[in-house]
């Protein structure tokens, strides 16, 4: 520990509510690769000293901003509070594997893909999407839709309005809000949406099925686990490679996860 506080039984080295403007005076010094250190000493959390990032095992809170902190154990991020609200995930973590994942499918719409991804993160709730390939495709909108499983519609892009000649310009602007709104509603409706590697919707509310064939990540909700399983299910039973049909599922909080599956 570089420095170490001397008598830290005195009631200003204690760690609560009643030490706050004393607690910030000391976190001035804890900056860069320095750490302030906190630890339970007969019932009381007490401050024992500074010291230098990773010399100290345990959880670490780095406070990132008003009102913006992290809780993290070994590195990896396990809660972040931000403007009053808390987040059981790390977006910048997921942002990076979901890049990653994306990129490792070698598409050739991955680009479109991505942009698809984006439009509908902007809705700012929670939706999923599950992209299927050709054959896949229409093999399962036909399977969906003759067990009333999913609602299919005229093929729409997601990324761009229908073209439509317009006369003045304030109508094309009230169609374009008017597209936005219809995005929103879409994105809204229970179930997934069914999309080509176009980024083309062919299908909403869909309830995908498949016998159980991947275990279930217990700590993640049952839309994660739906589409993990369906993902699976295709490739294991319907022989479909994992570049021709995988799920990206968005959270209201803004968190991703794409489900690609294994053979």
Not at 67 to 96: A, V
Request: proline share 2%; aromatic share 8%; charged share 30%.
């Amino acid at each position: 520990m570089e420095l170490s506080f001397e008598d830290e039984k005195r009631n200003m080295w204690r760690f609560s509510g009643n030490n706050e403007r004393f607690i910030r005076k000391v976190l001035e010094t804890a900056k860069g690769e320095r750490v302030l250190v906190v630890s339970k000493d007969g019932g009381e959390q007490l401050m024992k000293g500074i010291a230098l990032l990773g010399k100290e095992k345990g959880n670490q809170i780095t406070f990132n901003g008003y009102l913006k902190w992290t809780l993290t154990e070994g590195g990896k991020i396990l809660l972040r509070y931000e403007d009053g609200n808390y987040y059981l995930s790390d977006r910048e973590q997921e942002e990076e594997e979901y890049l990653k994942a994306i990129e490792g499918l070698h598409l050739v719409n991955g680009g479109e893909i991505k942009d698809v991804i984006k439009s509908l993160r902007a809705q700012q709730h929670g939706t999923s999407v599950v992209f299927l390939k050709n054959d896949v495709l229409v093999e399962e909108l036909k399977r969906l839709g003759e067990n009333n499983r999913a609602c299919r519609i005229k093929p729409v892009s997601i990324l761009h309005p229908p073209k439509v000649n317009y006369r003045k310009r304030n109508h094309r602007k009230e169609n374009e809000q008017t597209f936005k709104e219809f995005m929103i509603g879409i994105s809204a409706i229970d179930g997934a949406l069914i999309a080509d590697f176009q980024g083309k919707i062919h299908a909403i509310g869909a309830i995908l099925d498949g016998e159980a064939v991947v275990e279930a990540d217990m700590s993640r909700g049952a839309r994660y686990n739906s589409l993990k399983n369906y993902i699976n299910w295709l490739i294991k039973y319907k022989k479909y490679e994992p570049n021709q049909c995988f799920a990206v599922i968005m959270s209201e909080d803004g968190g991703i996860k794409v489900e690609i599956g294994s053979p």
